[in-house]
Nanobody, 120 residues
Framework: QVQLVESGGGLVQAGDSLRLSCAAS??????MGWFRQAPGKVREFVGS????????QFADSVKGRFTASRDHAKNTVYLQMNSLKPEDTAVYYC???????????????WGQGTQVTVSS
């Protein structure tokens, strides 16, 4: 089992930054992903990072604005979100998987989500 706990969401203005954290415990899986779900929309891939190499992938909608990092000592991954836009408003989830993927079904374990709201 893997337990994931997100934190760091909040209400910000367009152009601001936020950093989300995802603390992992339990069995270790190599890939940590970030997804988001806005009201009335499907959950979508945002980005991912691998524990071993730190390789990252991002959706086109956030490339150049979002970055990911990991801290092995804290078993925590981070999603740094810069230049936030109102369309970034959603509940953000972290998830764990054995291999790289961008589909919801690729990920076996999920956190509870954290709300990010960007006002215009």
């Amino acid at each position: 089992q893997v337990q994931l706990v997100e934190s760091g969401g909040g209400l910000v203005q367009a152009g601001d930054s936020l950093r989300l954290s995802c603390a992992a415990s339990g069995r270790e899986l190599n890939v940590m992903g970030w997804f988001r779900q806005a009201p009335g929309k499907v959950r979508e891939f945002v980005g991912s990072i691998t524990w071993i190499s730190g390789r990252t992938q991002f959706a086109d909608s956030v490339k150049g604005r979002f970055t990911a990092s990991r801290d092995h000592a804290k078993n925590t991954v981070y999603l740094q979100m810069n230049s936030l836009k109102p369309e970034d408003t959603a509940v953000y989830y972290c998830a764990a998987a054995r291999a790289l993927g961008q589909r919801v079904d690729d990920y076996s374990y999920w956190g509870q989500g954290t709300q990010v709201t960007v006002s215009s």
